[in-house]
T-cell receptor
Framework: GAGVSQSPSNKVTEKGKDVELRCDPI?????LYWYRQSLGQGLEFLIY????????KSGLPSDRFSAERTGGSVSTLTIQRTQQEDSAVYLC???FGPGNTIYFGEGSWLTVV | GNSVTQMEGPVTLSEEAFLTINCTYT??????LFWYVQYPGEGLQLLLK?????DKGSNKGFEATYRKETTSFHLEKGSVQVSDSAVYFC??????????????FGTGTRLQVTL
């Protein structure tokens, strides 16, 4: 597609449930990133993929968070046993590779109630 | 580690006023510098960038110059419009050194332009 596509755009879930957020990067972009934007925390890096491997997972806040990428394209961010503090906008971004301009999707707004 | 410091907001200006949003950074090596903008209800968009010292990035009337001697990348616009109302984020990436070029963001500065 023309830009980074994310789904769902909005998700309300009950505390303790698992959620999956999907990202479809710009065609041809080998690098894919997940960020989180929350009130009081600003924009936080979560994880980076180069192809299907994740050389940098340093931003994942706990072992409840995981992500995978298949076929060098679509990525899924999974949050298990969601907590209220997980409420945030989860942003996906992609680029042609490290050092190239990073383009963002519109985000998935997660609300845990 | 890398860090970005932006001026606190919100910044409120009248239309056609001059805008400056200060940004300073701390980084090893030779980072690339960016300004991203987030309009109400929309995702982050790249506004402009500069990849080496003394480069000037520009777009939509906005400018920022990469100043290595002062480690700054201040955003300026000569005459703001109501449509410029948004949150502006300064960010940096490290030049490729074999590690991921993830973005380090400032906290964002909200700009409100009034008639």
């Amino acid at each position: 597609g023309a830009g980074v596509s994310q789904s769902p755009s909005n998700k309300v879930t009950e505390k303790g449930k698992d959620v999956e957020l999907r990202c479809d990067p710009i065609s041809g972009h080998t690098a894919l990133y997940w960020y989180r934007q929350s009130l009081g925390q600003g924009l936080e890096f979560l994880i980076y993929f180069q192809g299907n491997s994740a050389p940098d997972k340093s931003g994942l806040p706990s072992d409840r968070f995981s992500a995978e990428r298949t076929g060098g394209s679509v990525s899924t961010l999974t949050i298990q046993r969601t907590q209220q503090e997980d409420s945030a906008v989860y942003l996906c971004a992609s680029s042609f590779g490290p050092g190239n301009t990073i383009y963002f999707g519109e985000g998935s707004w997660l609300t845990v109630v | 580690g890398n860090s970005v410091t932006q001026m606190e907001g919100p910044v409120t200006l009248s239309e056609e006023a001059f805008l400056t949003i200060n940004c300073t950074y701390t980084a090893t090596g030779y980072p690339s510098l960016f300004w991203y903008v987030q309009y109400p209800g929309e995702g982050l968009q790249l506004l402009l960038k500069a990849t080496k010292a003394d480069d000037k990035g520009s777009n939509k009337g906005f400018e920022a110059t990469y100043r290595k001697e002062t480690t700054s990348f201040h955003l300026e616009k000569g005459s703001v419009q109501v449509s410029d109302s948004a949150v502006y984020f300064c960010a940096l990436t490290r030049e490729r050194t074999g590690t991921a070029s993830k973005l380090t963001f400032g906290t964002g500065t909200r700009l409100q332009v009034t008639l």
